[in-house]
């Protein structure tokens, strides 16, 4: 598979197989993923890979946080809230929502429902292996642009092995938590988590291709003949 190929092929898958994923093949997307630019070459990604038993203690804790109704905060989250996103933005992020919920079938005012598929995000949608990223915060903002970019090459690896991948902030809602359970100190970001595995192409959720603005919409060109 060439380089456009997997960048038209990937997608966020949000249901997958249960079936495991060797150890050798996440390391193969790893290394392969670490060959992505960074600033000044820091590398500042650490992965945190889990999987089997202690991936079902890590949903389950997810679970009972949220059924707790503890908000959790996404270490990333910061800036405008949603009534300060500009307009041009939030049309796009409600016409993904309303995509998903169409897919699966429900509505936003549906509380039961709109909790059901929460909690399938906080399960990393089934996937038989999670990808945690952290980053040292001392680094200083910069280098999360190095994280955007490893997380992209890892979904794209990943297509090569016929893998699907959902970047997840979800993941990452309930840092202290993840912190304790993994041992993760406090000078170290929660940058965000991938869920990985088969992808279940009979789920509705996967059925969705998410829709792009126009590039007349978003490029302004300058000094060409024509
Ligand atoms: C930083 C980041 C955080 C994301 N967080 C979530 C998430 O918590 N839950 C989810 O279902 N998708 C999440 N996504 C996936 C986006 O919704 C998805 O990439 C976008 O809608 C485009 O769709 P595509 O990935 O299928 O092309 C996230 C993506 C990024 C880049």
């Known amino acids: 598979m060439d380089v456009i190929e997997a960048i038209k092929a990937r997608k966020s898958i949000r249901a997958f197989k249960p079936d495991p994923i ?27 890979v889990v999987t089997g038993e202690t991936l079902k203690k890590l949903t389950q804790a997810n679970i009972d946080k949220s059924k707790a109704g503890e908000t959790g905060s996404w270490d990333l989250r910061r800036g405008a809230g949603r009534s300060q996103v500009p307009e041009v933005y939030l049309k796009r992020l409600v016409a993904i929502q309303t995509r998903i919920q169409a897919q699966m079938n429900y509505i936003r005012e549906d509380k039961e429902k709109r909790a059901e598929w929460m909690q399938r995000g906080f399960r990393y949608f089934g996937a038989p292996a999670v990808i945690i990223i952290t980053m040292e915060k001392s680094l200083g903002d910069t280098h999360f642009f190095d994280i955007g970019i490893v997380t992209q090459t890892i979904c794209l690896a990943a297509v090569e092995h016929g893998l699907g991948t959902c970047i997840q902030g979800q993941g990452v809602m309930y840092p202290n938590m993840i912190r304790e359970m993994f041992g993760i100190p406090d000078s170290k970001h929660l940058v965000i988590a991938i869920a990985i595995g088969y ?3 009979s789920h509705p959720a996967n059925q969705m291709k998410s829709d792009r603005e126009s590039l007349e919409n978003l490029s302004t060109w300058f000094g060409f003949k024509e």
């Open 199 to 201: 992808p279940d192409w």
């Open 22 to 48: 060797p150890r050798t093949i996440l390391e193969d997307i790893l290394r392969t993923a670490s060959l992505s630019p960074s600033a000044a070459n820091i590398q500042p990604w650490e992965f945190v």
